[in-house]
C-alpha cells in the first residue's frame, strides 16, 4: 500500500525522502514521487514505476535545493498507475501539494463539487480532492485550512501537506491509516512505518485518529481533530537498524525465515514465569471475564486469519468455548452474533489492515471484548484493542509473512493455556510440559531451518516447472495447509489449494492427474490413518507426493516421493513446526522460477484499503 515520507531540517530534503521510500518499498507500489518547496515555489517530481525511475530522474535528489518535502510510494486503488495519478498532487493555484494515503470515501461527491465550482482535476485519483479542498478552504491560516478540509473527507487517510506560504513547515494527519513522528536535532519527520526514518533518528511519537501534526524544523506540535494541542510521550525504538536491512541476505523473506527462532523465544519466554505460570502482559482478562465469555470470534485476514484456524481447533479443545473464525472482510458485513459476553481476538501484524480494523471497530460496537495480537507498536488496532499482546517478531518487511505469522501461533497457544488455566479446565502438571514444550519450539525451528535448508532447495529445483499444488491435512494439519498453500501462491505464482484432506474426493480430486504435486500434512495422530488413506487416493491417481510428518511416523514412506521429518513435540505445537519447510518451498520455489520474492507481484504488504 502507499507509503508516505515527510521532512523538514537543517538538510537537504529530497535524498533524505528517496532513501525512505526506498525503506518503504516493501508496502508494495507502482509509482512513486516527491514536492519539495524551492524558491517559494512547489516543485514536483514524479513517475510511474520502480523507485529508481524516480530517483534517476532527479539524480538521487541532490539537485533539488531544498530542505522541506513530502515523498510517497503509490500503490493503485483510484486510477490506473500513471504519471498522473502519482502523488503529490497539487491545488491549481500552486500553493498546496499532498500526498496521501488511505481511501477518500466521498471522493465522488466532492469532487463534483469542486468541479462545479470550475476546478479542473488531473488525475483519476481520490487522493486530489484534499489539495483543491485546502486551496478552497485556506485563508492565511495553515492548520485552520486543514482543520475544514479533513472535516469533510470521509474513510481513511494519512496526508502529507506542503503550502508555499510557509516554506519552512509542512502539515500531516492521521485517520485510520498508519503515520508516525519522527524527531531528530537534524529535523523532523513523518512516515508510514518506522524503517524510513530509523538511519535518522530513534525517537518517534505515535498518533491517535484525528491528530494533526505541525511540523518544523527544530518543533513539532501535535493537535487533536479540534486543533486543541496534544502532549505526547516520546518513544524510543529499540530494534537495531540492521533488523530492517537485508544483512547479507538475498531477500527479506528469507532473513525473516532464518530469523524465526530468536523471534519465537522473545515472543514466548517473556510470558512464562520462572514459576511456570503465563503472564500476559498488557491483558487483564480475570477468570470471571473468562467464565462470562460465553462466545469467541477470531477475526483477522491473509495468513493472520489462518493463525485463527490454529486457534479454534486449540482454544475449542483446551477450553471447550466456541470459536469463529472470520475473515475480517466478511465479519464486518455478515450481521454476526456479538454482544457483551463476546470476546473477539483479532489478530494483525500491521495493526493497520483496513478490514481488519473495521471489523474491530464493528465487534467493539456491539459490545465485544476486544484482545489483540499485533506485531506494529502503537498501530491502530493496537489502540482500539480492550487487551493488547505484542509478537516481538521485529520488522516484518517481505510481503509474504512468515516470522510474524510464527509468533502469531505462539500467541495463540499462550492464550488459549491462559484461558484454560484460569477456568481450571488443565493440570498444574499438565501446564507446565506443555510450557515447557512451547519453551523449547524456537530450539526445534532453528534445527529444522539448518536440517532442511539443502533438502528443499533441492526439491524447489525439482518441482519448478509445476503448474498446480495440493495442499491435504485434517485438523491442525489442515490449518497449515492453508498456510503453506498461501506461502507458495503468493511468491511463486504456481496455482495452489489447500483441502481438508476428507474433502479432496468431493470434486478437487478430479483436477489429480499424473505428476500432480500433492503436499500433504500428516502429524495428527489421532487422523493419521485417515490422512494416510487420503494420500493413497492421490497416489493411485499418479500424484508426485511430498509428505510432512513427525519423527517416527515411517508409514508414509510407501505413499510418498518425498518425507520431511520433522522433531517430536506436543501434537498441539506441530504447526509451528510444520509451517517453515512450507515457508521454505514457497521462497526456493519462488528463487527458482525467478521472481521477486520480497515483492511479489499485485501485493501490498499493509493493505490499507478494503
Ligand atoms: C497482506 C499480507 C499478508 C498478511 C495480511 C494481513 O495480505 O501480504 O502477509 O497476512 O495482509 O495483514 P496483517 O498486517 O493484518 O497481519
Not at 483510484?78 to 499532498?98: L, Q, V
Not at 489462518?306 to 455478515?334: C, N, Q
Not at 515457508?583 to 484499503?609: E, F, H, W
Amino acid at each position: 500500500m502507499c507509503g508516505i515520507v515527510g521532512y523538514v531540517g537543517k538538510n537537504q530534503a529530497a535524498p533524505i525522502l528517496l532513501d525512505g521510500l526506498a525503506k518503504l518499498e516493501y508496502r508494495g507500489y507502482d509509482s512513486a514521487g516527491i514536492a519539495n518547496i524551492v524558491d517559494g515555489k512547489i516543485e514536483i517530481n514524479k513517475a510511474k514505476g520502480k523507485l529508481a525511475v524516480l530517483s534517476d530522474l532527479v539524480d538521487g535528489g541532490s539537485k533539488i535545493d531544498s530542505t522541506i518535502g513530502i515523498g510517497h510510494t503509490r500503490w493503485a486503488t483510484h486510477g490506473k498507475p500513471s504519471d498522473e495519478n502519482s502523488h503529490p498532487h497539487m491545488a491549481e493555484g500552486g500553493k498546496f501539494a499532498i500526498v496521501h494515503n488511505g481511501i477518500i470515501e466521498n471522493y465522488i461527491e466532492l469532487k463534483a463539487n469542486l468541479v462545479a465550482s470550475g476546478v479542473q482535476f488531473k488525475s483519476e485519483t481520490d487522493s486530489e480532492v484534499v489539495a483543491h479542498l485546502l486551496e478552497k478552504h485556506y485563508e492565511g491560516d495553515l492548520l485552520a485550512a486543514v482543520k475544514k478540509t479533513v472535516e469533510h473527507l470521509e474513510g481513511s487517510y494519512a496526508l502529507g501537506i506542503v503550502c508555499t506560504d510557509y516554506p519552512d513547515r509542512f502539515v500531516a494527519v492521521r485517520r485510520s491509516s498508519p503515520l508516525i513522528v519522527g524527531i531528530s536535532d537534524e529535523g523532523n519527520f513523518v512516515a508510514s512505518d518506522i524503517p524510513a526514518i530509523l538511519a535518522y533518528t530513534r525517537k518517534i511519537y505515535h498518533l491517535n485518529d484525528g491528530d494533526i501534526v505541525d511540523l518544523y524544523a527544530d518543533s513539532v506540535k501535535i493537535y487533536d481533530s479540534e486543533l486543541n494541542p496534544v502532549m505526547k510521550q516520546v518513544e524510543v525504538v529499540t530494534w537495531d537498524v540492521k533488523a530492517a536491512e537485508k544483512g547479507g541476505y538475498d531477500c527479506f523473506m528469507h532473513k525473516e525465515i532464518e530469523e524465526q527462532p530468536r523471534a519465537l523465544h522473545d515472543t514466548i519466554s517473556p510470558r512464562i514465569d520462572e514459576q511456570g505460570k503465563i503472564v500476559l502482559d498488557g491483558v487483564n482478562l480475570t477468570k470471571e471475564d473468562i467464565e462470562k465469555c460465553d462466545k469467541i470470534y477470531i477475526v483477522a485476514c491473509g495468513s493472520a486469519y489462518h493463525v485463527g484456524i490454529v486457534g479454534k481447533y486449540t482454544i475449542e479443545k483446551l477450553t471447550r468455548k466456541p470459536v469463529e473464525v472470520d475473515l475480517a472482510s466478511e465479519f464486518r458485513y455478515r450481521d454476526p452474533i456479538v454482544n457483551e459476553n463476546t470476546l473477539m481476538i483479532i489478530i494483525s501484524q500491521s495493526g493497520e489492515t483496513a478490514d481488519t480494523l473495521a471489523a474491530l471497530k464493528e465487534g467493539k460496537r456491539m459490545g465485544a471484548r476486544i484482545l489483540s495480537i499485533v506485531n506494529v507498536v502503537g498501530s491502530s488496532i493496537a489502540n482500539e484493542s480492550d487487551d493488547v499482546l505484542y509478537t516481538w517478531a521485529g520488522p516484518e518487511i517481505a510481503v509474504a509473512t512468515t516470522k510474524a505469522y510464527s509468533t502469531q501461533l505462539s500467541m495463540i497457544y499462550l492464550i488459549a493455556l491462559y484461558m484454560a488455566d484460569k477456568l481450571g479446565m488443565i493440570s498444574e502438571e499438565e501446564l507446565r510440559s506443555n510450557l515447557s514444550a512451547l519453551l523449547d519450539v524456537p530450539n526445534l525451528v532453528e534445527e529444522i531451518i539448518k536440517k532442511n535448508d539443502p533438502i528443499v532447495r533441492e526439491l524447489a529445483e525439482k518441482y519448478k516447472e509445476i503448474d498446480h499444488a495440493y495442499y491435504l491435512g485434517r485438523n491442525l494439519d489442515y490449518a497449515v495447509a492453508m498456510e503453506a498453500s498461501l506461502k507458495l501462491k503468493e511468491v511463486s505464482y504456481v496455482h495452489s489449494e489447500a483441502y481438508a484432506a476428507g474433502e479432496l474426493k468431493h470434486g478437487t480430486i478430479s483436477l489429480i492427474e499424473q505428476d500432480t504435486l500433492v503436499v500433504a500434512l500428516a502429524s495428527c495422530s489421532k487422523v493419521l490413518e485417515k490422512t494416510l488413506s487420503n494420500i493413497e487416493e492421490v497416489k493411485s491417481r499418479g500424484a508426485l507426493v511430498l509428505t510432512l510428518t513427525s519423527e517416527g511416523n515411517t508409514a508414509v514412506e510407501s505413499v510418498s516421493d518425498h518425507v520431511i521429518y520433522l522433531p517430536k513435540t506436543k501434537e498441539m505445537f506441530m504447526p509451528s513446526l510444520e509451517v517453515v519447510p512450507m515457508q521454505m518451498l514457497g521462497y526456493y520455489m519462488a528463487i527458482a522460477r525467478g521472481c521477486d520474492v520480497d515483492k511479489p507481484r499485485n501485493l501490498a504488504k499493509s493493505v490499507t484499503v478494503e
